[in-house]
Structure formats: structure tokens, C-alpha cells
């Protein structure tokens, strides 16, 4: 059994899973959301391979609609770590004008799920990390670690392989791939205790500040450009200024903040314990399509 | 604080798992707050039309939300005042036994639940011994639905009484038996006044307090098995991997496995700092001193008695749709190698029920047996008892990718380069085309002759069969003698004379048969009948592909 505290050994687990697939898959990449799990998941990609750089690039999917201050942060922490990060935009989209205003659950699905697809076939990535946690969402909490997907990049829910101990089979065949999740296991607790203990870097969007914002369907809206002001037709006097921040991070239109004084790491976590909603309440997406709808884009491709 | 609990729920289908963990959550406050509005809404549509049906919480997938069953574990993360917990729900159906097995390998403690008004079942007794072979050294059994049976102690009783017999036939180190209802919630959190015959602990009393560390490992020395060389300049070569067992401090003298090579340790990264010593379960870079031999699937070591094997007695769980049939080529995953190899015999499957040893020559979905596996170099393993890690292995169809079975190592086998390649009954007597067989006659008694026989057993070389007439003298080592025909692959004939007492060896040669038993009672006995009949006994039942029994 293993003596290591409860942090250390969620993340042993994390680098021992990252270097099996640097070990075994032929094209790993780590897909990078900018958000505080990716930041986890990028420090421990640092610690896996130290003191060589991780070997392999880091994707971003950018849908066009990110909030600012992530884009800066991914920039900058880009060239603090001389990482190799490759940023994916679907220009099919962006030509068609595809926006979170007027397409609603199709944007999703085009902006991010077929953008992934369409780099993750480009680049012929063979394997890719990603930020999933099991506490996130009911569907997630059935997925395994190393999770695969046929070539038209699906997941079968029905016929996961089975994964007995740290043995993970790596093996597939040609065009298809695996998502491989290291932090599966760590709950939103624990990244923000880890933030914390590690004293990571995290978009400042995390922590609470005046910020221009308006309410949409109930949620706190961040207006961080003159986009959601044409598209939603906003008067000066719709848009309010309050002190405010955000528990996940994703396209600004479609990303909730809640009202917090927590301005410092400290008092992010203390907020963060003590929460009652879990986190997904406010990322809209998931809500759309019902209880199961989170499934649904997992088997047609989404990460 | 007693540290993290992975457990493992599991148990026959509708035994209540799902509830009783979903009521574990909802009755400790351990629900976030729109969890449990989803729950409520949820329960609208469920099963249980109104109440609350905590299964909603745990089963997950829409599938499964539909069919009312657990198909795939699902992970669920608390923590108590005194406690953290990772619990895994598992499948109840029989076909999904292999994701149980997921959850299983995963697990520190298992919680077996037992519908109290149908007693232990096949499928909890399948449970427990996966459990068992897993690895998991601490059983909860929760007699589960106590409010159906009117919460009677004698219920209990009987089936407590069943467990401890399944605890001693499955020799399990630790098993609590608890009665509980997990719809009403007795003995789950609290304490039941329905049940005050019971002085035992309350489910969540007990999984806050066990000591799982208790079971102390008698593995010893230090050993890391190498994930992959960190070479990012010409100055620097390490090795990563996390340690397995045991402390490793700079200066130490460590060996690489499997080229035995010595070196000092110069240098140890944990993580991304420096360190002079590291620990069990820590992830590190370690530099020797010199140039050695160290690849991916190497072992690096100190003060241990591991050594290198290419042939393992291994008790596997089978999880394939598709049967196994011998000779078939896999991968082979054993700590962080990975390598070809096969399962040379099946030595037996294990009765689930019974716990009986039955010979076959094939494995289906969900069976458990005891198997040979021979790879083609040797690797550094171990028994499953004496050092974890390198006993646990996993075996991947190559040409489905598919993880089809999983084990651990019960024995590592002597002189298994010599028997490598060395033919054995099954390709002496692939290559003639048959199974060998014997047929004991006794002409005094079942009606046959001499001559017959003799004749007999001409037609059957005439149409192909290799074979050996047999008809030994008084006092002859003739069983000896048999066994020797038939391990060379033989249909053996052999005539005994009234004076030649029946002989045990001989008898207890399960491919031994006596013609009165062989032959059909309806027809005469003549040399045709008695050449078709051994020549329909003796069909090839193996397939010989050279390249894979041979490795």
C-alpha cells in the first residue's frame, strides 16, 4: 500500500500514465483547454519528463469565442515552458459565421467537436490526453482511464476494454485513436488543493474582479467584447459591472461567473470547499439535451 | 484520518448496490446540491415513481438508465469527517463480470452485497473470488433487504453460516458480515432498531475505521520496474518509473534486471527536484553511475529475490467475447514489458460454484482457471504473493486489441527453456493427425479376441491411424509402459489377461478406456466394430500451426 499523502499519490498515478503513453503510443498529444485542469495537467506533463521537455505538442481548440485573458495566458505560458502548442481552429465554421448566438447546441458540436476531429485526423495523433475528471458529470464517472475511439473518432460506452490495475493495453489499429484521461481520479477539490500546494499559475478570469457583464437565461454573462454587444443588441445601460468570477472557463458567451470577493488562491479554495453546486452548473452545455446529453456528445466524438 | 478507501461494490443483479451506495451519499450530506435536484427529477421518471430511487445517482449511462441495470463501474469520490473514499459500483449481470474485474483490480476493500431473501448465489460467489483474485484482502458482506425478511436473526444466521464457508473455501483475510436494509437505510449510517440482535458495526463506522495498511506486505528490498529512458542531452541518462516497493537513497548499489548489471545510484529526481532518497509509490528519474544496460521493461532493484522467467503457472479471469483456444499468439503486459507469449495448457478451470478443478482445452467469457504461460525471452516476474507488481499481467489479442484476460502468477516454472522446445503429447500426436488414446481389452470378459484386436487394429493403420497392439506379459511394468505410448501420441491397444489385476496408473488415465465402456452394447463385437469405433474416438482435435506452438 502506498504511504504517499492523498495529493501525492493522485499525482504518481497522473505521471505514471503520462509516460506509459509517451512510452507506448506512437503520436501523443496533450490537448490544452487553458482552464485550471489543464493547468494541473500540464504541470504534471513538466514533472513527468523532467528534466527533459514533455515529448509531444500541447492543441488547443479555439472556437473563436474564448475569453481574452485566456488566450494571453496560453500564449505566455507557451513560451515560459518552450512548449511546442498548436492552436486548431475550424475554418469551415468561421467562415459560415458559426456563433454561440444562433446555433445553439451546433456550435458546440462544430466549433469544438468536429474542430478536435478535424486536428486530431490533420496531425494523425495517435493518442490524446485530456483534463476529464469521473466527479464531473455521470457519464464521465463511467469512463476508463485510457478510453478509445474507432476511426470516425466515437466512443462505444458499451464495450470499454477492461483496465486492471496500472496494466493499460495501448494497442490499436490504424486511424483509430485514445483518449487518455491521467486525472480521472482527482475531484475539483483536490485540483484546487493541488493549485494551491504546487502554486500554479491560473487565468486571472478565476479570480474575482469588476468586470462588465450582463444577465442572460440566469446566468452571469462576461461581456469581454463588442461580439455579444452587436449579436445581443445591448444598450450601455444593459450591461452591469460587478465583482465577479469563474469556477470553469470555456467561450465567454456561454460561460457563467457568480458574484465572489475571492480575490487571492486562498480564498478561491475556501470558496471552492465549501460549495454546494457542483462545478458543471454553470457551463450551459451540459444541460442542453437533457440528463444524458453529455453521453450523447461523447459517443459522436467530443472530448 | 485513516487516508484514502478504494472499495469496490458488487453482488447479483438487483441485490441494491447502487441504492446502497446512492443512500451511503444522500444520508452523510454528501450530494452537491444540484446532484440532488437531479436525482429528485430523475425519480420522477424512475422506477420508483416518486420516492427518491438513489440508484439514479450511480447509473450513469443512458443504457443503463433504460435497462435499470449497471453495465459499467461507475467511480464515485467522498470524503467523510474521517475519511476519503474512491467507490467503484459494479455490475451485478454475469456479462458484464469483466468490468466488475475492472473495478476489482482497483480496489482496497469489497463491499459483496447479499439479497437476504435469496442467500449467497453463484454470482456472489463468482464476486468474491474475483475479488479475491484481484487482489482485495478486506470483504464487507452486507446482507442486504432485511426489511423483507422481516430483519430475522435466523435469516441471518443462515446466511452467515454460507459466507464463512465461501470465506474459508476462498481463504479471505478479512470478511465483516453486516445485515442492512439500503432502501430503509438500517445499518447503513446509523444503527438499526429494527435489528438489536446485531452487535456488530454500522457500514460506514466500519469503512471510516479499517486499517487496510494492517495487512503488512512481506515484499522486500527496493525495486522500480523502468517505464522509459529520460535522455534530453549527452550529460544526462535516467531512468523513470515509480518505485514498486522499499527506499532507494544516493550511493546505493542497485542491479538492473534482467542483465544483472551492477551500479551505484548518482542521482534521484522525484518528480522535478532533486532528493537524496525516494519511497514507495513515488514517481522517479534515477541516474547511475556508470553505463548500464537499461531499457523499458527493465527492473531496477535492490535486496529483492526477483528474478527473470519465461514461463508462469497464472491464474487468469478469461474476459473475451471470443473462447480461447490454445496456441493462440498474444501480447503479454507484465509491469512496463511488454512481449509475445501464449498460454501452452489449461491445467484447469475452476468450478465457480463448486470451487472443483475441471479439465478442457478451451476458456469462455468469464471463466477462471489455472493456465501455463510461456513467453518468448525471459522477463523479470514473480508470484502474485510475493511481489504484487510483478505478478499482476494482462493478455491482449493481437490481432483485436482486445484485453482478453487478465491474471496473476501462482508459480513461476523451472526449466522452461528446456521444455520450450521440446515436442510435446499434443504436437507428436497433432502431427499424426489423432488424439491418442487407450483401449484396455480384456478378452476373458468383454467378449473380444485376441485375434480380432490384432486385426482391428491393422484397419486402422490402413486408414491412417498411428497406433501400438499391446499385449503385455505376466508380471510386466505394462502401466509404465502405456503412459510412454501415450505421451508419444499413440492410440495404444492393449490386451490383458485374467491375471493382470487392474491397475490403478492405468485406470486413473483419464484418456484411458476399457473396450466394455468404448463400445456400443447394441452391436457385435467384431474388428470392424471394434476399428470404427476407436478410429471415431480418435478424430484430431488440435489444429498444429508451426509458428505458434513452437516459440
Known amino acids: ?64 469565442w474564448k475569453f481574452h485573458e485566456m488566450i494571453e495566458f496560453r500564449d505566455a505560458q507557451a513560451k515560459k515552458y518552450g512548449l511546442n502548442m498548436i492552436e486548431w481552429i475550424n475554418q469551415d465554421g468561421v467562415k459560415k459565421g458559426v456563433n454561440p448566438f444562433d446555433y445553439g447546441a451546433s456550435y458546440t458540436d462544430i466549433m469544438k467537436t468536429q474542430a478536435l476531429k478535424q486536428a486530431l485526423t490533420t496531425y494523425g495523433f495517435t493518442a490524446a490526453f485530456g483534463g476529464g475528471r469521473r466527479d464531473e458529470e455521470k457519464s464521465r464517472a463511467k469512463e476508463r482511464i485510457f478510453s478509445f475511439r474507432n476511426s470516425a473518432q466515437a466512443w462505444d460506452p458499451k464495450n470499454q476494454r477492461p483496465e486492471m490495475w496500472k496494466l493499460y493495453n495501448t494497442q490499436i489499429h490504424k486511424g483509430e485513436s485514445i483518449r487518455v484521461f491521467p486525472i480521472s481520479n482527482w475531484t475539483e477539490k483536490d485540483i484546487w488543493q493541488y493549485i494551491k500546494r504546487e502554486n500554479l499559475e491560473i487565468v486571472s478570469l478565476y479570480y474575482a474582479k469588476e468586470r462588465p457583464c450582463i444577465e442572460h437565461d440566469g446566468n452571469l454573462i462576461m461581456v469581454d467584447d463588442d461580439r455579444i454587444v452587436k449579436k445581443l443588441g445591448l444598450k450601455p445601460e444593459d450591461i452591469m459591472h460587478k465583482k465577479i468570477r469563474f469556477r470553469t472557463l470555456g467561450c465567454y458567451p456561454l460561460t457563467g461567473g457568480f458574484e465572489s470577493d475571492a480575490d487571492t488562491l486562498d480564498a478561491i479554495v475556501k470558496e471552492t470547499l465549501g460549495a454546494v453546486e457542483s462545478e458543471r452548473t454553470s457551463r450551459i452545455i451540459d444541460k442542453d439535451g437533457g440528463a444524458a446529453s453529455m453521453e450523447k456528445r461523447k459517443r459522436e466524438g467530443y472530448f | 484520518m485513516s487516508g484514502l478507501l478504494k472499495f469496490i461494490t458488487c453482488g447479483s443483479v438487483d441485490d441494491g448496490k447502487s441504492t446502497l451506495i446512492g443512500h451511503l451519499l444522500y444520508d452523510a450530506k454528501l450530494l452537491y446540491a444540484d446532484q440532488e435536484d437531479a436525482l429528485k427529477l430523475d425519480s420522477k421518471v424512475g422506477s420508483r415513481g416518486g420516492d427518491i430511487d438513489y440508484s439514479l445517482l450511480l447509473d450513469g449511462l443512458q443504457a443503463e438508465r433504460e435497462q435499470g441495470i449497471t453495465i459499467d463501474v461507475a467511480y464515485r469520490y467522498f470524503t467523510t469527517d474521517r475519511r476519503s473514499f474512491i467507490c467503484a459500483d459494479t455490475p451485478g449481470h454475469e456479462e458484464y463480470t469483466r468490468n466488475m474485474a475492472c473495478g476489482a483490480s482497483f480496489a482496497d476493500l469489497a463491499i459483496i452485497l447479499i439479497d437476504a431473501t435469496k442467500g449467497v448465489l453463484v454470482q456472489t460467489r463468482r464476486h468474491a473470488r474475483i475479488c479475491a483474485l484481484m487482489g482485495i484482502r478486506y470483504f464487507v458482506f452486507a446482507v442486504n433487504k432485511m426489511d423483507l425478511a422481516d430483519y430475522s436473526e435466523d435469516t441471518f444466521d443462515k446466511i452467515k453460516k454460507q459466507i464463512e464457508e465461501l470465506k474459508k473455501e476462498l481463504s479471505l483475510y478479512s470478511a465483516v458480515i453486516i445485515p442492512v436494509s439500503a432502501t430503509e437505510g438500517d445499518n447503513i449510517t446509523k444503527r438499526s432498531s429494527n435489528m438489536d440482535w446485531y452487535k456488530g458495526p454500522v457500514l460506514q463506522d466500519y469503512l471510516e475505521t479499517v486499517d487496510i495498511d494492517e495487512a503488512t506486505e512481506n515484499e522486500k528490498g527496493f525495486y522500480m520496474p523502468v517505464q522509459r529512458v529520460c535522455r534530453p542531452s549527452h550529460e544526462f541518462r535516467g531512468f523513470q518509473g515509480q518505485i514498486e516497493h522499499g527506499t532507494v537513497k544516493i550511493g546505493d548499489e542497485v542491479r538492473s534486471l534482467p542483465s544483472g548489471e551492477k551500479a551505484h545510484v548518482k542521482g534521484i529526481i522525484v518528480a522535478d527536484h532533486s532528493e537524496e532518497s525516494a519511497v514507495e509509490g513515488q514517481p522517479v528519474t534515477i541516474q547511475l553511475d556508470r553505463e548500464v544496460d537499461v531499457s523499458r521493461g527493465c527492473v531496477i532493484e535492490s535486496g529483492t529475490d526477483l528474478k527473470a522467467a519465461d514461463s508462469f503457472e497464472t491464474e487468469v479471469l478469461w474476459m473475451d467475447d471470443d473462447s480461447l483456444t490454445l496456441g493462440k499468439n498474444f501480447l503479454v503486459k507484465l509491469g512496463t514489458k511488454l512481449i509475445p507469449g501464449l498460454i501452452t495448457e489449461i491445467k484447469y478451470k475452476i468450478d465457480i460454484n463448486t470451487g472443483e478443478h475441471q479439465s478442457t482445452d478451451t476458456l469462455k467469457k468469464n471463466e477462471i482457471a489455472v493456465v501455463t504461460i510461456a513467453v518468448t525471452e525471459p522477463v523479470i ?97 505394462y502401466a509404465n509402459v502405456v503412459k510412454n505410448l501415450f505421451e508419444a501420441g499413440l492410440i495404444v491397444l492393449i490386451v490383458l489377461d485374467e491375471d493382470q489385476k487392474e491397475n490403478d496408473s492405468l485406470a486413473s488415465n483419464e484418456h484411458c478406456k476399457t473396450w466394455s465402456v468404448l463400445r456400443d452394447s447394441d452391436k457385435d463385437v467384431t474388428s470392424d466394430q471394434i476399428s470404427a469405433k476407436i478410429f471415431q474416438s480418435t478424430y484430431s482435435t488440435v489444429t498444429l500451426d508451426k509458428n505458434n506452438w513452437i516459440i
Open chain 2, 381 to 477: 516476474a514473480s508470484e502474485f504473493s510475493k511481489y504484487r507488481t510483478m505478478g499482476e499481467l494482462i493478455l491482449i489479442d493481437r490481432i483485436t486489441n482486445m484485453t482478453s484476460a487478465c491474471g496473476v502468477i501462482t508459480k513461476l516454472e523451472d526449466g522452461t527453456k528446456k521444455r520450450h522446445y521440446a515436442a510435446d503429447r499434443a504436437a507428436r500426436s497433432a502431427l499424426n493427425w489423432q488424439s491418442p488414446l487407450v483401449v484396455e481389452f480384456r478378452p476373458f470378459e468383454d467378449g473380444t479376441s485376441v485375434d480380432e484386436i490384432e486385426e482391428a487394429e491393422f484397419k486402422l493403420t490402413s486408414s491412417g491411424r498411428h497406433t501400438y497392439f499391446y499385449h503385455p506379459q505376466s508380471g510386466e511394468d
Open chain 1, 1 to 64: 500500500m502506498s504511504k504517499l499523502s492523498h495529493l501525492d499519490a493522485l499525482e504518481a498515478e497522473a505521471i505514471y500514465i503520462i509516460r506509459e503513453v509517451a512510452a507506448e503510443c506512437e503520436k501523443p498529444v496533450m490537448l490544452y483547454s487553458i482552464g485550471k485542469d489543464s493547468t494541473v495537467m500540464l504541470h504534471l506533463a513538466l514533472k513527468a519528463f523532467y528534466p527533459e521537455k514533455p515529448p509531444f505538442p500541447f492543441l488547443h481548440v479555439n472556437t473563436t
